[in-house]
């Protein structure tokens, strides 16, 4: 039933290293995004996909690289973590945004430690 | 360019009324408004679009004043299911066809009983 589903849940690592987050959304929704709320609670976007194509990619450094293999899927790697990568990643879609009557659909978010 | 929230935190008892504002410096197409729980995510409220509506959601509602540029949420009658963190989003001119919203710093609602 989960509309928007991220995971993990929770990821830990260490400085250096290379992760994966996933996010699947069932709702039907054309456009996906990722936004990352700092420790002061700061929403920032990152990207977005519609339809599998980018739209919008703010300045965020290039060891982020979404990809989004469906409409359905848009994942975020990150490589060579840094320590203030360190935050709560959240994937979110919209439908029709052409319109804008529609809000944003959340995942559950991903929490991510770096140490 | 993010928009800017007020007040930064509220606290009420329960059965008060609040007021959150949002104020851009840009010119609006849309103002989203969203409360989010500690440790969860996001959840949207309701979104108003240029023209000066207000909308109304149970005993919350908000207003859009296009040419100010801000956007007030009103919560009514306060229960103790509305703590949480406030949020507007707001989607510039230019934006409506990207649905890209750059969200206000958020403004902590605590009610007690």
């Known amino acids: 039933d989960t509309a928007v589903s991220q995971t993990p849940k929770y990821l830990v690592t260490q400085m250096g290293n290379d992760k994966s987050i996933k996010c699947e959304q069932n709702?039907?929704?054309?456009?996906m995004y990722w936004y990352k709320q700092d420790s002061k609670k700061f929403l920032k976007i990152m990207f977005s996909?519609?339809?599998?194509?980018?739209?919008i990619n703010e300045t965020v450094p290039n060891r982020f690289s979404p990809k989004s293999p469906d409409k359905a899927h848009l994942n975020l790697h990150i490589n060579s973590l840094e320590l203030g990568d360190s935050a709560v990643y959240f994937c979110?879609?919209?439908?029709?945004?052409?319109?804008?009557?529609?809000?944003?659909?959340f995942g559950s978010g991903t929490r991510l430690t770096v140490v | 360019q993010q928009p800017v929230q007020s007040p930064q935190a509220v606290i009420l008892r329960e059965g008060e009324d609040a007021v959150i504002n949002c104020s851009s410096s840009?010119?609006?197409?849309?103002v989203h408004w969203y409360r989010q729980k500690h440790g969860e995510a996001p959840v949207f409220l309701m979104i108003?679009?240029?023209?000066?509506e207000q909308k109304g959601h149970d005993k919350i509602s908000a207003s859009f004043n296009e040419k100010k540029q801000q956007s007030s949420l009103y919560l009514t009658a306060s229960q103790l299911s509305y703590s949480g963190t406030y949020f507007c989003?707001?989607?510039?001119?230019?934006?409506?066809?990207?649905?890209?919203?750059?969200f206000g710093q958020g403004t902590t609602l605590q009610v007690k009983p």
């Open positions: 840009k010119a609006l197409y849309s």
């Open positions: 989003g707001t989607g510039l001119h230019g934006s409506s066809n990207t649905g890209k919203l750059i």
């Open positions: 108003l679009l240029k023209g000066g």
């Open positions: 979110a879609s919209s439908q029709r945004p052409e319109t804008d009557r529609y809000g944003y659909t």
């Open positions: 996909y519609n339809n599998k194509e980018l739209i």
């Open positions: 709702l039907g929704h054309d456009t």
